[in-house]
């Protein structure tokens, strides 16, 4: 049975950088026709894709347009995790955190397999 | 912001079908692109219900169907069970976005 497993800090100030990571079990980081995103939700921007990344002959990582000069999501192989890192946070970065499994199929891509979550606040 | 839209709730009987729709627009679901849903109950991790605007995983009831038009897709439930309130959310990808977008979200009662 696949297991997401995320870890990270609830609290994170203003400025600073959020850090979660994902630890899978069950599914490889690297195996080819998996992708792993993060995705996040808060009540005044709905749920947002944050970015992913996938190994097909090499890795590959697509970011979302909203974030994509603050985030960086990395997949460790050594660890068979996936990590995110959002930059200079706001308040309006709060938000439930998830770490989502993506499927290939002949159509394009879908996801699988979330999380549970974890809530981020940015305040001081 | 959410990209695709929702009607906030739907509500019905046990045993009645209830319909929630998606409408989106020529970017995303009108581009032709899938459109998937999704079960999330408050503290759980969201469940993939319907996968390519009408295929089930292995485990979800045939009460749950999918369909899509146009720009706009529905998913049903037949059968309505006291299990099945909860949120949906759809989600689709959007080429002027070159990403993938949600709904704003379903609460659906039994009532």
């Known amino acids: 049975q696949v297991q997401l497993q995320q870890s990270g800090p609830g609290l994170v100030k203003p400025s600073q950088t959020l850090s979660l990571t994902c630890d899978i079990s069950?599914?490889?980081?690297?195996?080819?026709?998996?992708?792993w995103n993060w995705i996040r939700q808060s009540p005044s921007r709905g749920l947002e894709w944050l970015g992913r990344?996938?190994?097909?002959?090499?890795?590959?990582?697509q970011y979302g347009e909203a974030v994509k000069s603050r985030v960086t999501i990395s997949p460790d192989t050594s660890k068979n995790q996936i990590s995110l890192q959002l930059n200079s946070v706001i308040p309006e970065d709060t938000a439930m955190y998830y770490c989502?499994?993506?499927?290939?199929?002949?159509?394009?891509?879908?996801?699988?397999?979330w999380g549970r979550g974890t809530l981020v606040t940015v305040s001081s | 912001q959410s990209v695709l839209t929702q009607p906030p709730s739907v509500s019905g009987a046990p045993g009645q079908r209830v319909t929630i729709s998606c409408t989106g627009s020529?970017?995303?679901?009108?581009?032709?692109?899938?459109v998937h849903w999704f079960q999330h109950l408050p503290g759980t991790a969201p469940k993939l219900l319907i996968y390519?605007?009408?295929n089930r995983p292995s485990g979800v009831p045939d009460r749950f169907s999918g369909s899509k038009s146009g720009t706009s897709a529905s998913l049903a439930i037949t059968g309505l069970q006291a299990e099945d309130e909860a949120g949906y959310f759809c989600q689709s990808y959007d080429d002027s976005l070159s990403g993938y977008v949600f709904g704003t979200g379903t609460q659906v009662t039994v009532l």
């Open positions: 390519g605007n009408s």
């Open positions: 020529s970017s995303n679901i009108g581009a032709n692109y899938d």
């Open positions: 990344t996938f190994y097909s002959s090499k890795w590959t990582n």
């Open positions: 989502v499994r993506q499927s290939s199929w002949h159509r394009g891509w879908y996801f699988d397999l």
């Open positions: 069950g599914d490889s980081v690297s195996r080819d026709g998996a992708g």
